[in-house]
């Protein structure tokens, strides 16, 4: 597709549960980072990929939330030991490269709701 | 950590009427964008701004750039149905890269017919 593609649009999860929340960058992108908001609040940062490589995870709130991008494409960010306070859209955004003014292109987002 | 507080919180107009918000922040920012979020989807760049002081026009959009680098202004004239939804203003942190933003926490728009 033309866009960001995030998989599943909507996941619901028992407290507890680990979740994976998929990101499909803009082909060609470098760049792919991860956002959460929360109901009434603007995207709040939690990590960016070059590359394969994190270069910058000081977003994530805590140790049970990981990402990876194995191939420098698709990325996961996986959720271990859900907690109702983990409810919340996850934005992925891609970007041609990391640099200055270059724009970064959002998904649809997935809504996580924990149970 | 960097804030960016957006007022107002909220908006009710009539088609046809021209709105204006705001966001100032604590700390400087070099660069400062201006996004749109419609229901289900992720935001949208509406307008950049570089340079303290630019003034920037997309369309019925106009947004300036604050002398201070500490505020941002969004203009949009003449309303319409279609302009429904959440604006966020954003300014990157980590240096100059549009992917790691700082976003206020939204002005909510509601056109009335």
């Known amino acids: 597709g033309a866009g960001v593609s995030q998989t599943p649009s909507n996941k619901v999860t028992e407290k507890g549960k680990y979740v994976e929340l998929r990101c499909d960058p803009i082909?060609?992108?470098?760049?792919l980072y991860w956002y959460r908001q929360s109901l009434g609040q603007g995207p709040e940062f939690l990590i960016y990929?070059?590359?394969?490589?994190?270069?910058?995870d000081s977003g994530l709130p805590n140790d049970r939330f990981f990402a990876v991008r194995p191939e420098g494409s698709v990325s996961t960010l996986k959720i271990q030991r859900t907690e109702r306070g983990d409810s919340a859209v996850y934005l992925c955004a891609s970007s041609l490269r990391q640099g200055a003014r270059t724009e970064a292109f959002f998904g649809q987002g997935t809504r996580l709701t924990v149970v | 950590g960097q804030q960016l507080n957006q007022s107002p919180q909220s908006m009710f107009i009539q088609e046809g009427e021209d709105v204006s918000m705001n966001c100032t922040s604590s700390?400087?920012?070099?660069?400062w964008l201006w996004y749109k979020q419609d229901p289900g989807e992720g935001p949208v760049l509406l307008i950049a701004l570089y340079k303290a002081g630019e003034l920037t026009s997309n369309g019925r959009l106009t947004a300036q750039f604050g002398i201070t680098r500490k505020d941002s202004f969004l203009n949009i004239s003449a309303s319409i149905p279609s302009d429904v939804g959440i604006y966020f203003c954003?300014?990157?942190?980590?240096?100059?890269?549009?992917?790691?933003?700082?976003f206020g926490q939204g002005t909510i728009l509601t056109v009335h017919p």
């Open positions: 990929f070059q590359g394969t490589g994190a270069a910058d």
């Open positions: 700390s400087i920012f070099n660069t």
């Open positions: 954003a300014g990157p942190t980590g240096g100059t890269s549009y992917g790691k933003l700082t």
């Open positions: 082909s060609g992108h470098t760049a």
